[in-house]
């Protein structure tokens, strides 16, 4: 008796053992979510976002046997970074321009309420809005360091550029970030 299985299933377990399956899970699937925010903020589309992260994962699939070493982090956010560039590259001119809006923003104080809710719902709206105004080289390395929470060493991976780099990019972007904001040394807790 034959067995029907989906084509989707079978590549699957074409690309990936199925001794590596659990294996691919438990290193690389569990990232999803950080592969979602890197590509989110790199691509500045949710849905182009989501078809990025797709490829990228296609192409873990397909090369999980060269992953070395158990943390699968860097590694995927390195093929979801390069499946994200390379979308850039399509979608726009060769040189990129990145213009600054010199808009005041105020800080707010904690207060709780519907008001404080909306403000700080707003102050995330304006922090998103900053980071779409810096350079992609800028954004995804603040997105890397602050909200994946990636050392140094492992943006330097993931970027495919030296430590330095990733040290001077950083400065860069919290500084040009701050000038996006219009803040003067005015940082919420």
């Keep these: 008796m034959t067995s029907e ?7 699957r377990e074409r690309q990936v053992p199925g ?3 659990g294996r691919f899970d438990e290193t690389v699937l569990r990232h999803l979510d950080a592969a979602y925010n890197l ?19 296609l192409r873990a699939i397909r090369h999980f046997g060269d992953l070395r070493g158990s943390d699968g982090r860097a590694w995927l956010l390195s093929i979801v970074r390069n499946t994200c560039f390379t979308r850039l590259r399509r979608r726009r001119p060769a040189a990129e321009v990145v213009e600054f809006d010199e808009e005041e923003h105020t800080v707010q104080e904690r207060e709780s309420g519907p008001e404080a809710d909306l403000a700080r719902t707003m102050a995330v709206e304006t922090l998103h ?24 060493k ?19 972007a919290r500084r040009q970030l701050s000038l996006a ?4 040394g005015k940082v919420e807790a």
């Design 5 to 11: 299985r989906s084509p989707e299933a079978g590549d």
């Design 19 to 21: 001794r590596d399956l």
């Design 39 to 57: 590509a989110r903020y790199l691509l500045r589309d949710p849905h182009e976002a989501e078809d990025a992260v797709q490829d990228a994962f």
């Design 129 to 152: 809005e900053g980071l779409d105004r810096l350079a992609v080289e800028f954004r995804e390395v603040l997105v890397l360091r602050e909200l994946e929470g990636l050392s140094y």
């Design 154 to 172: 492992e943006i330097a991976q993931v970027a495919d550029v030296p430590i330095g780099t990733v040290m001077s990019r950083l400065a860069r």
């Design 181 to 184: 904001l219009g803040a003067t």
